[in-house]
């Protein structure tokens, strides 16, 4: 209707495989699929890195893509295709649960503790993580703290226990990595105080996980843009965050690999809202009161 010329539809790669191109006066127009949104490389990339180099992207050069081509997961497909990549060919990836703090600012209260819809904040956590596609959820906690332990007996974890845990942060990301498989591919460090983390952000993590493409942190941003957690670090990393010290966690890590870095954009704002004071608690759920 506006005059425009279509000149190619559809492309031999997968994702990517809806695209179409066309020509509207001397402006390319470029259709873009429903991959475009994930953060996996996809045939949209292909095409969109082409013209913003200035070379001519024809109905040929769309049809050359698909030697070799692409056919990879992206976090919306609801089913694996029939026949692809095995379970043993994944990345191994597990999680760490940083439940080891002495809620310090909590006023003598224990924020793992919290109720949540009547489930300790704890337990509501660690049921996130299993809920997750992570092959097995490692949670750090301190050796003696009984109440935190009985809130997670009954699951299906591995229990880390932390013995200098109040030095900081950094010694209870040590214990945790120091518990993971051997062949472990890549952890993500979630923090036990964040109510409204979901699997979800844990899988858009590991679906965005791509060593091939130096995507070897990835990191969840909330829906407005701001950075949070949880955060995934692959292997390379394991060596540099078991020497972290202190309570800076991993930002340093992620502060000198930037090149490594992908932010993953999750829903809601659950990955910036950790609650650390009795206020911040109050707030939170008068907010989820407000909302439903």
């Known amino acids: 209707a506006a005059g425009g010329k279509l000149t190619r539809f559809g492309m ?6 809806l ?13 873009l699929p429903g991959c ?20 001519d992207v024809t109905h040929d050069s769309i ?7 692409l056919l990879k997961e992206i976090p919306t497909r609801t089913q694996s295709r029939a026949g692809e990549t095995q379970l043993s ?3 191994k990836i597990e999680v760490v649960l940083l439940a080891a703090g002495g809620s310090s600012r909590m006023q003598g209260r224990d924020k793992l503790l919290e109720d949540v819809d009547g489930t ?4 509501v956590a660690t049921n996130v993580m299993l809920g997750s596609k992570v092959r097995r959820v490692n949670v750090v906690i301190q050796p003696e703290h009984e109440q935190r332990k009985a809130a997670i007996a009954d699951l299906n974890i591995n229990l880390v226990e932390s013995p200098n845990w109040q030095s900081g942060m950094a ?10 498989s051997q062949d472990c591919d890549a952890v993500i460090i979630a923090l036990g105080d964040m109510p409204d983390v979901t699997p979800q952000h844990l899988d858009l993590l590991i679906s965005a996980y791509d060593p091939s493409e130096n995507r070897e942190i990835c990191r969840a941003i909330s829906e407005d843009g701001m950075p949070g957690h949880p955060v995934l670090f692959g292997r390379r990393f394991f060596e540099t965050l078991g020497s972290l010290t202190g309570d800076r966690g991993a930002r340093d890590v992620i502060a000198g690999a930037s090149d490594y870095l992908v932010d993953v954009q999750t829903d809601g704002p659950g990955a910036k809202i950790d609650l650390d004071t009795q206020e911040d608690w109050k707030a939170w759920r008068r907010a989820k009161e407000m909302s439903t």
């Open 171 to 180: 010694a209870s990301i040590a214990a945790g990595l120091k518990s993971v």
């Open 120 to 123: 300790p904040m704890l337990r």
């Open 63 to 69: 049809a050359r893509m698909g030697v070799g081509g």
């Open 36 to 55: 475009a949104r994930s953060p996996a490389l996809n045939g949209a990339d292909w095409v969109l890195e082409r013209l913003v180099a200035g070379i």
């Open 19 to 31: 695209l179409f191109l066309g020509q509207l006066g001397p402006k390319v127009v470029v259709g």
């Open 12 to 17: 031999p790669v997968d994702p990517g495989n």
């Open 89 to 91: 060919d994944r990345p």
